[in-house]
């Protein structure tokens, strides 16, 4: 039986995706040779990258509007690093909402001045702040669309004149958005868009070059756009799947269609953690509540071996919450189906039925 996958990341992908990955592996495109075997140079492979990146821009609606997309390496800790040097000449503005903007603030601030315009560390990041003001002599402003650990989505983002910054490692491509609102988006591809390994990129091309300082190849989206997101050799299998999840994704009926399941899923599981007398959410504020990362706890810990055990014996993994919070963390990826949702709160019946 195939597991009912709630990991936070790398997390659950299409079968149909695993499948056609995993054939390619043996033997891609009928060459006799594994993708992972290739050149990456090879029109074959090139066709892969060009098709990624189009579909990216495609699923976002932003072709032709003057923005490029990247599939780099390193993760979206190594883009903490590259969003600064490319764009940070003075003074950046950061919404800390979590462990991964935190961690982003931390780099940003090896390039210049950086304000944390608000923060909500104050409740272990158990909401998100509301209220503040962005300043207007600023390079950019920074944040963070959901919050794997701590469950918090933003569900509206800011005005400001300023570049709009946001790493959506977590939810990209699972809810509807202007983002051509957005200047530089960044996510690794390890939640909603393929193995772990690359990272995508969608920048708009007339917020660079405005820095005086002299930024490394490898860290220069410039650099990289010029090359066609080929400057050094691409992670070629994760390229490769990320496109398949993205082929997947406009099969299903694109952005939109996609939204409509994770809304039934985060429904379905947050009506359950609201109702059930043994369980609590971790969120203080229903509309904080991540659509992607469900956190939730038990009220009383001693039913927590009876609970692990049920869960663990309806074939579902995954659901320990992240070392830091505790508790449980139900993630949601756009490949969850609705099925492994309702199995997850049957079982939470159960153990209120047993309590």
Same mark, same amino acid.
């Given at each position: ?34 993708? &992972? ?12 990258? +060009? ?27 190594? +883009? ?7 764009? #940070? ?8 909402? /979590? ?14 001045? &950086? ?32 919050? *794997?650990?701590? /469950? ?58 405005? &820095? ?46 996609? +939204? ?10 947050? *009506? +359950? ?62 490949? #969850? ?6 199995? #997850? ?11």
């Amino acid at each position: 039986m195939k597991k009912h996958n709630f990991s936070a990341g790398p997390c659950i992908l299409p079968q149909e995706v695993l499948k056609k990955a995993s054939e390619a592996v043996v033997n891609f495109n009928n060459l006799d040779l594994s993708l &992972v075997e290739i050149s990456h140079r090879s029109k074959d492979f090139v066709s892969v990258m +060009e098709n990624a990146r189009a579909l990216a821009l495609e699923h976002l609606g932003l072709q032709n509007k003057g923005y490029q997309a990247l599939f780099l390496q390193g993760g979206a800790s190594t +883009e903490f690093l590259m969003v600064a040097y490319n764009l #940070l000449q003075d003074k950046a503005a950061y919404l800390n909402t /979590g462990t991964w903007s935190s961690k982003a603030i931390k780099e940003a601030g090896l390039f210049g001045e &950086v304000v944390e315009i608000a923060s909500s560390k104050d409740q272990n990041f158990n909401y998100i702040p509301k209220g503040y003001t962005i300043p207007t002599d600023i390079d950019y402003f920074h944040c963070t669309s959901n919050n *794997t650990i701590f /469950g918090t989505q933003l569900n509206t983002f800011p005005e400001t004149s300023a570049p709009l910054i946001c790493d959506m490692s977590s939810d990209i491509f699972s809810r509807q958005l202007d983002f051509s609102k957005f200047d530089l988006i960044y996510a690794g591809a390890q939640k909603n868009m393929g193995p772990a390994g690359t990272t995508l990129v969608v920048v708009k091309e007339d917020i660079l070059g405005k &820095v005086s300082r002299t930024i490394p190849s490898m860290l220069d989206y410039k650099v990289h756009i010029g090359k066609d997101s080929m400057f050094n050799t691409p992670a070629v299998f994760p390229v490769y799947v990320s496109m398949l999840t993205l082929e997947w994704l406009k099969e299903k009926g694109g952005i939109t269609a996609i +939204e409509k399941i994770n809304n039934q899923k985060a429904t379905l599981l947050y *009506t +359950e953690i609201d109702r059930n007398p043994l369980f609590k959410g971790f969120v203080a504020t229903k509309e904080d509540r991540s659509k992607m990362n469900a956190t939730f706890n038990l009220v009383d810990e001693a039913h927590k071996e009876t609970f692990d055990k049920l869960w663990t014996e309806a074939g579902i993994n995954g659901l320990n919450g992240h070392r830091s919070v505790g508790g449980y963390r139900a993630s949601m990826y756009n490949a #969850l189906p609705l099925e492994s949702v309702q199995v #997850l709160v049957d079982v939470m019946q159960e153990l209120e039925r047993g309590a």
